[in-house]
C-alpha cells in the first residue's frame, strides 16, 4: 500500500497564502484519484479538493472554489494544494488520500491516507 507523507502546514494569518504538499511513496497511476481532506475539530473530514492522476483534471468544494488549487507532479509523485487569500474557517488538519479507483469525494472511497499537517489561521 503507498504511503502518503504531508508537509507544508502551519501557522498562516488570515489572507496570506500556505502551500501544502503530499509525497508518495511509490509510483501513482493515471487511474488514480488523489483528494484533499481537512477536518476541524468537532467537525467532519470534509473533502476539499481532488485531482484525476492521469488527466489532471480538477474537482473543488465550493467552500473553497477560486481560493484553492490543486495540483500534482507526476516525476516525483507529489501532491500539492495551493491556498489563497486563507479564511479563518479554513484553519483545520488537511489530509492527502489516494483512491486507486478513481473519482471520489466522499472519505470512504480513499483507502491510503497520509497522518495529516495542522494549518492554523489567526485572524
Known amino acids: 500500500q503507498v504511503q502518503l507523507v504531508e508537509s507544508g502546514g502551519g501557522l498562516v494569518q488570515a489572507g496570506d497564502s500556505v502551500r501544502l504538499s503530499c509525497a508518495a511513496s511509490?509510483?501513482?497511476?493515471?487511474?488514480?484519484?488523489m483528494g484533499w481532506f481537512r477536518q476541524a475539530p468537532g467537525l467532519e473530514r470534509e473533502f476539499v479538493a481532488g485531482?484525476?492522476?492521469?488527466?489532471?483534471?480538477?474537482y473543488y468544494a465550493d467552500s473553497v472554489k477560486g481560493r484553492f488549487t490543486i495540483s500534482r507532479d507526476k516525476s516525483d509523485n507529489t501532491l500539492h494544494l495551493q491556498m489563497n487569500n486563507v479564511k479563518v474557517e479554513d484553519a483545520a488538519v488537511y489530509y492527502c488520500?489516494?483512491?486507486?479507483?478513481?473519482?471520489?469525494?466522499?472519505?470512504?472511497?480513499?483507502?491510503?491516507w497520509g497522518p495529516g499537517t495542522r494549518v492554523t489561521v489567526s485572524s
Open positions: 488520500a489516494l483512491n486507486p479507483n478513481g473519482y471520489a469525494t466522499a472519505a470512504v472511497e480513499f483507502k491510503s
Open positions: 511509490r509510483r501513482t497511476y493515471s487511474s488514480h484519484f
Open positions: 485531482i484525476r492522476w492521469g488527466t489532471g483534471s480538477t
